[in-house]
Nanobody, 123 residues
Framework: VQLAESGGGTVQPGGSLRLACKAS????????MGWFRRAPGKEREGVAA???????EYSDSVKGRFTISQDRAKNTLYLEMSSLKPEDTAMYYC??????????????????WGQGTQVTVSS
């Protein structure tokens, strides 16, 4: 499975961005997809995940502000981000898992990763 993120950029606090992740290759056995991020000097953290039943999971830090969704016909994963804060600044990664049947933001379940797209929230 190959993953390619897009949509990152620089936005002012309170602004919005929409990230996209296009999947290709052997996507038929992907059960769960997620968004992760790594801020400078911090460990990578799970942000949001969605499974094949469209069940979702969010980290407490983004709940109510971010929305994960998927378009299976287009093999594309999305992350709608609103009310962005400077602490949301990070490299955002898309990931896919074929090893779990329930939604999870635990990165240990994910085998396939994109290259990342940078999100910077700054005035």
């Amino acid at each position: 499975v190959q993953l390619a993120e897009s949509g990152g950029g620089t936005v002012q606090p309170g602004g919005s961005l929409r990230l996209a992740c296009k999947a290709s290759g052997d996507t038929y056995n992907v059960d769960c997809m997620g968004w992760f991020r790594r801020a400078p000097g911090k460990e990578r953290e799970g942000v949001a995940a969605i499974d094949s039943d469209d069940s979702t999971e969010y980290s407490d830090s983004v709940k109510g502000r971010f929305t994960i969704s998927q378009d299976r016909a287009k093999n594309t994963l999305y992350l709608e981000m609103s009310s962005l804060k400077p602490e949301d600044t990070a490299m955002y990664y898309c990931a896919a898992s074929s090893r779990i049947a329930v939604v999870s933001t635990d990165e240990r379940w994910y085998d396939h990763w994109g290259q990342g797209t940078q999100v910077t929230v700054s005035s």
